[in-house]
């Protein structure tokens, strides 16, 4: 008389382990938005809470590397209204806001800026990675005015709450602060500055970044201003000057590893 039921159990749990091992299969072949389909059909139909929010996780991770925010977004509410109580909730509330990761990615070995005018040629700035996880990117950096070094020193990024820093030679600046909102601003060592556009693609020597981030130096005395692009798991891709009227790029990408 318990047969049937136990059928029942069987025939899902084998849907539950095919739906993640399909959802594992197309991320691995790097069909995102279909692998994302799976680990929620997984997360929907496994009985056990711990794998269903890693899935959820998961499938918002995706959807964060390609820059989907608003839909991460959506899956983090649901993983918060039903998996509240999960000990790594704090870490996904902080994962909702920090969208697109503009931190130097872990798999970073080197950066290497340029001047736009000789790329490279006349000042160079080299960023070499030694140690880099997911909270933090840490190495050194080497600026050149054509092959004469003009400075050196620590270089390393990191989230403090939802605000990019970057630490240069002891000294710490905000670089994006979260959650992404035009005209958006803030104060760091006495310098104003704010977010004037995202979501941007920016073509560089190194090549074209999509989702990016502009972040404009604020100075109410000039009728100029400084605004640095930054690219997703990248960082900074170009610095440029830029008036109402025109835009001249000062430093670029040129190339990285």
Known sequence: MYKFPFIIALFLLSCSNSYIEEAQKLEVQGKYLEAIDYYKKYANSVNDK??????????????????LCERASEIYETMSKNYGDNPKMEEARQDNFICPDYKPSKNLRKIVYGDSQSLGKNAREVISFSKSDDKKSSGTY????????????NISYYYQNFDLISLKKNEKRILVQYPLKKDRQWQDNKKKYYIIGYGMEIETKAGKFKGCVAVAEKNNDIDFRQVSYYAPNIGRVLTTIESKSKKNRIMEIISYE
Do not use: N
């Not at 080497?142 to 020193?153: E, P, T």
């Open 50 to 67: 711990e794998k269903a929010f890693d899935s959820l996780s998961k499938a918002a991770k995706l959807y964060r590397q390609l820059y």
């Open 142 to 153: 080497v600026l050149y005015a054509g092959k004469r070094i003009l400075d050196r020193g």
